[in-house]
């Protein structure tokens, strides 16, 4: 009879794994551990379909019997199945990037909304240069160095964003704002039409991203779902404006609102990627959709145990 395969696999992320803990952690020398996740097979024919499977045919035979996928988690920045890294020489650089964009938008959002009467966003220009730019296009590149296209293109071109938003806004450096205005007769209209569109694109762009995530978790679907919705509001209050030609503040302090609420949903997520049982007392719940992997893996389960 064949000897059950190790099960004491180092667990490397927060959510359960696709295979039953409580299966791999009960496994005995007679490789029950291996027909937990086809309970609807025998151990022979288990046992059977895994040898037909190293020849390429068989139920097996598109299944990886040696390395499970873990589901869709905001903390490490994956909107979908993802193979653990176990060696990898990196630390998850998700967190790093998610609190670099967060403190960032955040600064910008309570601008946005007026907060203590502060209406030009100056201030954030050195965090846009150091923080949620450099910073965050850094994080992206690492994502990058551990396999991780979603995180890299999101973190890589967030810090982008950043840095060209400083570049647009650094007083008497590159005068974008001062050319603007000289080639439109000293008007205001260029330029905040120039900005709104620079939004706008920014809005589709983070469209695209919140495609990829209908799949993952709630927060990290959130995330990007409030932040599709600031791009928008921002944009469209950059290009309609008041009869007196500045960008309409209801409209402008509607995007802040979804930008601050954007912040606080990217350090939820940086905080699950971070908090584990060695610096923690709790994990951080992401709740996955229904229509996820991990939702209907647990919906199959329940229908095991009801049955």
Known sequence: MAA???????????????????????GTSNGT?????????SHEEHQVARAAARFGYGPLAQVNT??????????????????????????????????????TTFVLGCINMDTRGI???????????????LVQLLAGMWEMA??????????????????????????????????????????????????????MGWFIFTTVLLVCTLRSTIAFFSLFFSLDLA???????YLVRTDAGDPTPSIIKAGGFFALLAAFLAWYNALAGIAD???????????????????????????????
């Open 4 to 26: 059950a395969e190790p099960t004491n696999a180092p667990v490397l992320d927060k959510e359960a794994t696709n295979v039953d803990a409580s299966a791999s952690s009960n």
């Open 33 to 41: 551990n291996s027909t937990a996740a086809h309970p609807q097979m």
């Open 66 to 103: 040696h390395e499970t996928r873990l589901p869709a988690f905001g903390g490490e920045f994956q909107p979908g199945l993802y193979r653990p890294v176990s060696d990898r020489k990196f630390a998850n650089p998700a967190p790093l990037g998610l609190s670099a964009f967060a403190l």
């Open 119 to 133: 209406s030009m966003p100056n201030i954030v220009v050195g965090l846009a240069f150091g923080y949620g730019g």
């Open 146 to 199: 551990v396999g991780n296209t979603f995180g890299a293109t999101a973190l890589a071109s967030y810090g982008g964003f950043w840095i060209s938003f400083a570049i647009v806004f650094t007083p008497g450096g590159f005068n974008i704002e001062d050319q603007l205005l000289n080639a439109d007769n000293g008007s205001t209209d260029m330029f905040y039409n120039s900005l709104g569109l620079f939004l």
């Open 231 to 237: 791009f928008m509001l921002l944009g469209i209050g």
């Open 277 to 307: 049982s060695s610096n923690s007392f709790f994990i951080i719940p992401v709740a996955h959709f229904p229509w996820s992997e991990k939702g209907r893996e647990r919906r199959a389960k329940v229908a095991r145990e009801v049955v």
